[in-house]
């Protein structure tokens, strides 16, 4: 569904004028369901009854590329499997993306960011944020934790964005990305580094280890990447909003250092300033839902009672997060941009359930310094072209700007 002209950060009206459980038609002929009401998505998502196997699902919209959907997923793609062998893999990685680990790479991607704004203000005014902050900082910092080469970046952000475009088959940059970390691994076996493929080791062998790294690389940069753009494109649209996240970017700059649980700042009075920052991030994540199409879906094992249908076996259940993520029984006035939103944080944005998204704790710090960063450096910060003519990722199972120039 197409959104409304000149709304580029709403939904589609079609999706709130839905019950939270809809009959959907999917392109293949399978007769299966659309959830757009928040209850009945944390439903699905936290019940075993229902199946995350790709080769049981329905896709909702046209997008094959990721994982042959008619297959059993490949040893390592852990994200489309079930207990149990989701759990084995995910206990591997778990230990890799604590609240405590990433905050030890703060300073690292504080530097990262640092280098980035330093070389905008060097190339001056105007330039693609996209390009020259969204998408670069987030793949650096994943390339440095899986240990892949950064310079290798145009090939594989190339490859990832045609996989996850809608209506394409992509095949062939699955294959290359496949191919690509499969060398990697094989290098890292004989040469291992301080990273975490090398580190995974003796733990996979080098097909699960290729999966492994394919998840991360891929999912490591481009959701992040584009919350950054469309973020930043939000705020330069909503001034008023924007100016109370530059009121609490100062404050938490000045409040001291936040905990690991992520609300108080020591040594520093009531502890407004982080906790503001991380509201702000939770509240974009929330009403931008950049999962707008290709997003979770199950299936069901048995039949099962959701919000008042009966989703009969073997019945898929597209979730649709933008509907989700506005649930007015949930989130007061959803349609509205509210970085102090007390509940924002109840998002699904990352998932919910036992494949809640492993890397969201790095992904709000990278979110976090990264808006902060730019609006602090760049107070002046504007839009370089109107807003109309800012180019937008529809045809994307990942919702963002092509590009964002700006100006300052």
């Known amino acids: 569904m197409k959104r409304t002209p000149g709304c580029p950060f709403d939904p589609p009206p079609e999706l709130a004028k839905l019950p939270p459980m809809a009959r959907l038609d999917y392109p293949d002929g399978h ?6 009401g928040y209850e009945a998505a944390r439903a699905v998502l936290s019940d075993p009854r229902f199946s995350n196997r790709q080769e049981l699902k329905h896709s909702a919209v046209r997008m094959t590329s990721q994982f042959g959907q008619d297959q059993p997923a490949p040893p390592g793609r852990f994200v489309t499997t079930d207990p149990p062998v989701h759990t084995r893999y995910r206990r591997l990685l778990t230990g890799q993306f604590t609240v405590r680990r990433m905050r030890l790479l703060e300073p690292r991607i504080e530097q990262i960011t640092a280098d980035h704004l330093d070389a905008m203000v060097a190339a001056g005014p105007p330039v693609d944020l996209v390009r020259a902050y969204a998408l ?18 145009d090939f594989f ?16 940059e699955l294959a290359a990305l496949v191919g690509y970390l499969g060398e990697l691994v094989r290098r890292k076996r004989v040469e291992p580094g301080d990273d975490l493929i090398s580190g995974l080791t003796g733990d996979l062998d080098d097909e699960e280890l290729t999966n492994f790294a394919l998840i991360l690389l891929v999912a490591g940069h481009e959701t992040t990447a584009n919350m950054l753009g469309l973020g930043v494109f939000a705020l330069l649209e909503h001034p008023e909003q924007r100016a109370l996240f530059s009121g609490a970017s100062t404050n938490a700059l000045t409040g001291g250092s936040a905990s690991e649980g992520g609300g108080s700042v020591e040594g520093g009075g009531e502890g407004a300033g982080a906790g503001a920052v991380e509201s702000a991030v939770e509240e974009l994540m929330r009403w931008l839902s950049i999962l707008h199409a290709g997003a979770p879906n199950r299936v069901a094992l048995e039949d099962v009672e959701v919000a008042g249908e009966l989703v009969r076996k073997g019945e898929t259940v597209a979730l649709s997060l933008p509907a989700i993520n506005r649930d007015p029984s949930v989130f007061a006035d959803p349609g509205e941009l509210r970085l102090d939103r007390a509940e924002a944080r109840r998002h699904l944005g990352f998932g919910h359930g ?32 109107p807003a109309s003519d800012v180019p937008l990722k529809e045809r994307s199972g990942v919702y963002g700007v092509e590009s964002l120039p700006v100006t300052w």
Not at 31 to 36: D, I, R, S
Not at 138 to 151: A, M
């Open 157 to 172: 952000q190339e490859q990832t964005a045609r996989l996850v475009a809608i209506d394409e088959e992509g095949v062939p």
């Open 136 to 153: 670069p900082i987030p793949s650096l910092v994943i390339c440095e934790l899986l240990g892949v080469p950064y310079e290798d970046h």
């Open 354 to 385: 036992v494949h809640q998204c492993l890397g969201q704790q790095l992904a709000r710090i990278e979110m976090r310094i990264g808006y902060r960063r730019l609006f602090e450096r760049f107070p002046g910060l504007r839009l370089a072209v």
């Open 31 to 36: 007769a299966g369901w659309l959830a757009t």
